[in-house]
């Protein structure tokens, strides 16, 4: 039986899609857990900050962003989820 190439890298572009999609969906139910989204809607923060206003591991809060799949531009004057990650 021959493999329609077509198919199979729609197939996979799918596959690989809902995977992306999973794995953030992890990362924005932590992040609401754990009270991050809400401290963030108060003001901008560093790792460190937002550790401090979640008492949560301020090495955790700095991987935590890298999960998140919705980021504003850079252009935007307020701090995010990637500005926090690289600080």
């Not at 809902?18 to 923060?45: C, E, R």
């Not at 591991?57 to 991987?63: E, I, K, T, W, Y």
Request: glycine share 10%; proline share 6%; aromatic share 4%.
């Amino acid at each position: 039986m021959a493999i329609d190439n077509d198919k199979l890298q729609e197939f996979l572009g799918r596959f690989v899609g809902d995977l992306g999609a999973t794995v953030a969906a992890a990362s924005v139910v932590i992040g609401h857990n754990l009270g991050l989204y809400k401290a963030l809607a108060d003001a901008p923060a560093s790792a460190g900050e937002l550790a401090s206003r979640t008492g949560t591991s301020p090495r955790a809060r700095g991987m935590w962003p890298s999960g998140c799949a919705a980021r504003r531009p850079a252009a935007t004057s307020s701090t995010t989820p990637h500005q926090i990650a690289t600080q």
